[in-house]
């Protein structure tokens, strides 16, 4: 098997849509997301790197109005109705005993054992990891001419036990509401720093 490195860079437009025109959403259009649109946003997600190939992100994609309605009884006021009126809001949880799965997501070792009596570096594993994979999320779903509202503004105790509550060991971390954005809802960009400020090349 030849592997190359020789890809392109995405076009200006392109990293418009993911990066630099993307927005944090308040508020949606009325405009459906459809199932197919979640799973072409897995699709695309799944496939963004983890460390041994790890998959703790569990999510529960909130697409009917009970559901939402059932998540926004957990978050606070000022982010209930960025769910409620969302197409689609995403739990973004993690599952503490994800190395049970290792044996086929990694089968070029026995990573299992690596994570075996060790739940607190597993629940760091986890939860550093499907942080990335939510951060995937959001970009695939930016790529596919959608936007997001990423909420930390929950009951997490509260979310875990309403949703997971058959998946003991799964806990809920952040959510994202997915639509098509109105663009009415959102303020003016924040600052972003320049490099020198946070960054040094050693």
Not at 62 to 75: G, I, N, V
Not at 124 to 134: F, V
Not at 136 to 152: F, H, K, N, T, W
Request: hydrophobic residues 40%.
């Amino acid at each position: 098997m030849t592997i190359t490195t020789d890809n392109a860079a995405l076009s200006a437009q392109a990293l418009d849509i993911i990066f630099r025109d993307a927005r944090s959403f308040n508020g949606w259009l009325d405009q459906d997301v459809s199932e197919d649109e979640i799973h072409a946003i897995y699709e695309l997600l799944k496939m963004g790197p983890t460390s041994a190939n790890m998959q703790p992100a569990r999510l529960v994609w909130c697409k009917s109005q009970e559901s939402r309605d059932r998540l926004a009884a957990h978050a606070s006021e000022a982010n209930k109705a960025k769910i409620t009126t969302a197409p689609v809001c995403v739990i973004i949880g993690y599952d503490i005993d994800f190395h049970e799965q290792l044996p086929w997501l990694f089968p070029h070792a026995d990573a299992k054992s690596w994570f075996e009596g060790d739940e607190a570096g597993r629940i760091t594993g986890a939860a550093r990891n499907s942080a990335l994979q939510g951060a995937y999320l959001m970009i695939a779903a930016r790529a596919l001419g959608l936007d997001c509202g990423p909420m930390s503004g929950v009951d997490l105790d509260g979310v875990t036990k309403e949703f997971f509550a058959d998946q003991p060991r799964v806990k809920a971390d952040w959510i994202c509401s997915i639509g098509h954005g109105d663009r009415t809802t959102i303020f003016d960009r924040s600052p972003r720093p320049d490099f020198g400020r946070f960054n040094r090349i050693a």
